[in-house]
Every structure is written in structure tokens, then in C-alpha cells.
């Protein structure tokens, strides 16, 4: 528990230090940090809830048989752990390709707003502690998320639909993620009815698929599934999301990708009663938001014009999160599970 503790202790300490870093030092601490991330991520052992299942899909992808003879749909994840087994003959390898697809994807995120260190410890009890070393598939599709995002708000909708395509080979739930660029974009040409049939037909490729069929039974009909911690996570994303609200006047005058933050804020308080009744379903949409949390707190404190107000609602987010991963560590369902950390670089 104590390395989970130290990563979060060090962004802590570059929001809290009274000491401002210059641009190039702050870039330079940032990437160092992303490979100690990465080192953590990519090298765990037995660490995470999925980690069995993980293992079951590194075992299916034999050698001799080929690759693509025995792809089971996740062809970017399952290319990862052929490599692995290939070339490495171990699991490892693909853990540390997934982790720093997600680590980048995350620091250059965070290196957009305008306090990066904070949102570092946003995503530290979520993002890093449950996505990254619990839904590997899925963490790597968060971190093309992410440098999507970066791109859509620059404006740049071909890389997105790229990225978001990426994403999608190692997770097929990013689909609703195309929606995303679709209903943010304002130039209706005859590029924008194009991606969007090629979206309607993804979508709707999308909800044929056995794989969505597996989804609906598992997570609704049967609810084999339950996540435990998707309501507090949801319940972030929304408080995000009316936080957001409250000073969107104010955010619109100074971001110029507010209608980006406004659906991602309506999307999560619109998730928020769902996540009563189908807490697992909800969790995989719902972690697709969490990017949402990392803006909204890290970009409001530039919109208080008072110091005193300003430095109280940093510190108010910074014990917030302090409190989250607090609870979950110690009395989450699963968090047992992510205890004791184990690195192969230190022998187990």
C-alpha cells in the first residue's frame, strides 16, 4: 500500500510547494514521472482485479497457431500479448506496451491544463489505481482517449476519430466515444455527414455484435456483474459536472472547448441514476468520463480571481481525493486485490 501512497504523495507535493517550476523544469519532472508510472504499471505482478483473466488471454494467444488464427476480437490487446509471448515469452511485455500508451496519453493530457500536478492526483485513485492495474484493455483505450481529446479541442477532428479508432481495437465500449466528436462538431461539410454515416454504421456494427450481446446479459439481464466502486466514481463525474455548471459562463469566456466539457458534464449526471441498478455497465461507459474530473478541477482555480478562495478550493480537491483513495484502499470490495503491490523488478 505504501508505493500507491508515495505516487500520490509527489504530486501532492509539486501542487502544495510554495516553489513555482518554470515551464521546461515542470515538463521535464512530468515525463519523469510518467515513466515511474510506467514502471509501476507495466512491471506488477498478481497485482489487480483482472489480473487472472489477463493471464487467460496471454495463454490463448499460442506461438505456432498464429495470430491472427486465434484473435478473439480485442485484435490491438491480443497483438500486444502475441508480441509478448513471441519475442519476451511472458506476460509482461504487453503490460508494459499498455502502460505506456495509457501514461502518455494521460501526461499529455495533463500537460494541457493549467494545473497539471493537480490533475495528476485526480487521476491517481481512479485512472491509475483502478483503470491502469485492474482493466488493462481498457486503460490503453483511455489513453487514446486522452490524446484525443487533446486533439478534438485543438480542432483537429481526423486525428480523434484516428485516436478514438485506435482505442477501439483494445476496447470495443469506446465506440460512443465517435458521438463524442460527432455531436462536438460545428462545420456541418460533407466531411461531417461522412464520418458520421461511418459512426452510425460502427455503432450499429457495435450493438449487433455478440460482444454487446455478452454485455446486456451479463450486466443487465442476469447482473452477474457488480462494481462496487462505479458509484463514487460516477458520483465524482457528476459532482465534475454541476461544478461545471455552475461557472460555464465564466469557463466558456476563457476555454474555448466548452462544448466539449458540456457534454462530457451532461453525460455524467445523466449516468448518475444508472449507476443504482447497473453498476458495471455504467462503470465501463462512465470511466470514459473520468477525464472530465481532471479539467473541471484543474482548470476552475484560474477562474477564481481570489487567492484566498483559490488556494482553499485546491486544497479542498487535493483532500478530497487524499479521502477517496483513503476509503477505497481500505475498505473497498475488491481493493484486496491490489494488496501487497508486487513488482518482478524487485523480485515479487
Known amino acids: 500500500m505504501i508505493i500507491y501512497w508515495l505516487i500520490l504523495l509527489l504530486p501532492v507535493i509539486a501542487v502544495l510547494h510554495p516553489i513555482k517550476m518554470d515551464d521546461d523544469l515542470q515538463k521535464n519532472m512530468l515525463w519523469l514521472f510518467a515513466i515511474l508510472l510506467i514502471l509501476i504499471i507495466g512491471f506488477r505482478y498478481e497485482v489487480g482485479g483482472d489480473w487472472g483473466r489477463y493471464l487467460y488471454v496471454y495463454d490463448y494467444i499460442v506461438e505456432d497457431g498464429g495470430f491472427w488464427k486465434n484473435t478473439k476480437g480485442d485484435i490491438g490487446y491480443e497483438a500486444f500479448n502475441w508480441i509478448s509471448k513471441t519475442y519476451f515469452n511472458n506476460v509482461y511485455f504487453a503490460n508494459l506496451l499498455s502502460a505506456i500508451v495509457f501514461v502518455f496519453g494521460l ?7 493549467p494545473i497539471p500536478w493537480l490533475a495528476l492526483i485526480i487521476s491517481i485513485p481512479f485512472l491509475f489505481l483502478v483503470v491502469s492495474m485492474g482493466y488493462t484493455r481498457q486503460s490503453v483505450a483511455v489513453g487514446f482517449l486522452m490524446w484525443a481529446l487533446v486533439e478534438l479541442s485543438r480542432g483537429s477532428r481526423l486525428k ?7 482505442g477501439l481495437l483494445f476496447h470495443k465500449t469506446l465506440v460512443i466515444m465517435f458521438l463524442v466528436g460527432l455531436f462536438y462538431n460545428k462545420k456541418r461539410g460533407v466531411l461531417f455527414y461522412v464520418l458520421s454515416s461511418i459512426i452510425i454504421i460502427q455503432i450499429v456494427m457495435f450493438l449487433e455484435s455478440n460482444y454487446f450481446s455478452h454485455m446486456v446479459y451479463y450486466y443487465i439481464t442476469v447482473q452477474f456483474h457488480q462494481s462496487g466502486g462505479a458509484l463514487i466514481r460516477v458520483i465524482m463525474s457528476a459532482f465534475a459536472g454541476l461544478v461545471f455548471f455552475v461557472y460555464r459562463k465564466k469557463f466558456k469566456k476563457v476555454y474555448h472547448d466548452e462544448d466539449l466539457w458540456f457534454l462530457f ?10 449507476a443504482f441498478f447497473y453498476s458495471t455497465l455504467v462503470d465501463r461507459v462512465a470511466i470514459y468520463f ?6 473541471i478541477f484543474s482548470r476552475i482555480p484560474a477562474l477564481i480571481t481570489s487567492t484566498y ?19 477505497w484502499l481500505n475498505f473497498g470490495t475488491y481493493s484486496w486485490l491490489w494488496m501487497p503491490y508486487k513488482n518482478i523488478m524487485t523480485g515479487g
Open 290 to 295: 473520468l477525464p472530465l474530473q481532471l479539467v
Open 160 to 166: 480523434y476519430y484516428a485516436l478514438i479508432f485506435l
Open 265 to 274: 458534464s451532461a453525460a455524467s449526471i445523466m449516468l448518475l441514476p444508472m
Open 107 to 113: 501526461i499529455y493530457f495533463c500537460q494541457k491544463l
Open 309 to 327: 478562495y483559490r488556494s482553499i478550493f485546491i486544497i479542498s480537491v487535493v483532500f478530497m481525493y487524499i479521502t477517496v483513495m483513503f476509503v
